[in-house]
């Protein structure tokens, strides 16, 4: 089993700063990219950023230059720092891994992901 968990969400006003992080644990062979998709009311998910675990990222581009993904390959754990919220980065942000699990010898990809948290941005 492979669990992610997120946490930091929360409700900003226009302009602040909010850190999202996300941690993967259980049977966890290896890890290719973690990052981060977010789902606004009525809109289908969407990528916001995602890092390789040799470090390349990419972002969406209305996201470049604000918000800035990071990861502990020790930990299992990617950041989200997001700074200059504006209210269109509202939505539910959900972790995302693509990973190879292993039970006893037998090793499998997954794209896991974690439950979302909430971002409220307010004007």
């Known amino acids: 089993q492979v669990q992610l968990v997120e946490s930091g969400g929360g409700s900003v006003q226009a302009g602040g700063s909010l850190r999202l992080s996300c941690t993967a644990s259980g049977s966890i062979f290896s890890i290719n990219y973690m990052g981060w998709y977010r789902q606004a009311p009525g809109k289908q998910r969407e990528l916001v950023a995602r890092?390789?675990?040799?470090?390349?990222?990419n972002y969406a581009d209305s996201v470049k230059g604000r918000f800035s993904i990071s990861r502990d390959n020790a930990k299992n754990t990617v950041y989200l720092q997001m700074n200059n919220l504006k209210p269109e980065d509202t939505g539910v942000y959900y972790c995302n891994a693509d990973l190879v699990q292993i039970t006893g010898l037998v090793t499998k990809a997954l794209d896991a992901w974690g439950q979302g948290t909430l971002v409220t941005v307010s004007s």
């Open positions: 890092v390789t675990s040799g470090g390349n990222k």
